[in-house]
């Protein structure tokens, strides 16, 4: 019979520490938050301010895509346009088909990039690939850079899929198509990884994914990969998708992994809305380490989800605003207020949970719902400070949160 203890987070899986431009991946390090933008990397401002926004926003390493000659050209004016902002934040380059060629030919490129991204499955022309391969290898080599063998289930080393269904079938078809599948990414993954080795790039340089869209696929691939090797892992769902149904995919993939002790690193891939902000991506990623006790980011906002007891939107109100200007007031108090990433808010609708949730919080409130007395109760250190009324009770909330971070 299982126990509770069952479902503890298991101990992080043993693997290798990878330093991507000063961030440790993997070797027992926290879980990294990274994001890639989704600007053209030739357009020098564009991808200077997408970066700087996800950096800002706690990215902690940003890809930026590098597929031709103009993307490697200004990826070291970006870096250096970035340095000048103050943010050395390690960038990855994501190369595709010809990375070889643009390392080679750009060396200032090479050199300004914390990480080259390789797909396996299209690092070159089948006849070539071993060659274009060691290329980027040696690239990697030369410069001292680590590199993350992505295999993608989209762009498929075909001839290897091709030769293990071959076998399967052989053998009876003991396994299904779907098994055979991610059977391919893995190998795809783990063959890369054992010849960038063999071509000399060390083990510490080198960190692993293999992304696929499915949620039931992806867990199944990286328990396959974190039991048969000990490179550091980069955990995503590829192509998630949009709003919620990308968020509810992530998470859940990512927390069960994570619950294993799986993952070194962590993207999680939305497709924006138009006109979305990409940042996005990075406040999930830190939210779903931080709900699950990984890491801690920023102070939590505990807010109760209302009902038929609350009849007004002003505690709704107040707890977004509360959030929001936590969120914004983040970048100086992380600086100015070491631990203040513990605190915790608690904004609540009524008397029901109101008191208990507010005195279980660093600092609460307890607004009043339908039918009761117009005073908000307000808790600090779990005790009951002071009682607000009147129309201002959220202006003034805010200001004591903002006080008692302060004091
Ligand atoms: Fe409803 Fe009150 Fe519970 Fe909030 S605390 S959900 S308002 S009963």
Redesign the pocket.
Known sequence: MSSAFDFEPKPRRASVAVDVGGVIVGGGAPVVVQSMTNTDTADVDQTVAQVAALHKAGSELVRITVDRDESAAAVPKIRERLLRLGMDVPLVGDFHYIGHKLLADHPACAEALAKYRINPGNVGFKDKKDKQFAEIIEMAIRYDKPVRIGVNWGSLDQELLTRLMDENQAKGSPLTAQQVTRETIVQSALLSAELAEELGLPRNRIILSAKVSGVQDLIAVYAMLAARSDHALHLGLTEAGMGTKGIVASSASLGILMQQGIGDTIRISLTPEPGGDRTREVQVGQELLQVMGFRQFIPVVAA???????TSTV?QELAQKIQEDIRSSMPVWREKYPGVEALKVAV???????PG?SKHADIGISLP?TGETPAAPVFIDGQKAMTLRGPKIAEEFQLLVADYIDK
């Open positions: 109760c989800p209302g009902c038929g007891r609350t505690f609540m609708g009524c008397i029901v949970n109101g949730e719902g």
